[in-house]
């Protein structure tokens, strides 16, 4: 089967279903986008370069793939690994607010005087 950017789309997707979860929890984007952005960018750009070294050094190759579109940025660098390390930063911080939602929750109920009605 060959389809050249399913690959992409399905980063893309991915990203669409976390944002959703997000935007119904407001948990990172929602909460504070302007720090969202700022995360993902430097994540991003950190991967980014660490990609960079990896490939220089001869440790990281691209391997064909019919699913990728098939354009490199750079020599074994697809279009689809900036989408991709953006999709996973963002996937990051989305995953580290729930968490600490779901702690900060637990915290709250464990606090909570005894026969109160919390639930």
Aim: hydrophobic residues 55%; proline residues 6%; glycine residues 10%.
């Amino acid at each position: 089967m060959s389809v050249p950017g399913l690959y992409l789309g399905a980063i893309l997707l991915s990203a669409a279903g976390v944002a959703l979860l997000d935007r119904r929890w407001s948990l990172a984007g929602w909460r504070s986008p302007v720090r969202t952005g700022v995360a993902v960018a430097i994540g991003t750009g950190f991967f980014l370069a660490w990609d960079a070294a990896g490939i220089a050094a001869g440790v990281f190759v691209k391997g064909e793939s019919p699913l990728l579109i098939g354009i490199d940025l750079a020599p074994h660098l697809p279009l689809e690994e900036p989408f991709f390390l953006a999709f996973l930063c963002y996937l990051a911080l989305v995953s580290w607010a729930a968490a600490l939602r779901g702690l900060e929750r637990r915290t709250t109920d464990a606090s909570a005087p005894a026969g109160s009605d919390r639930a």
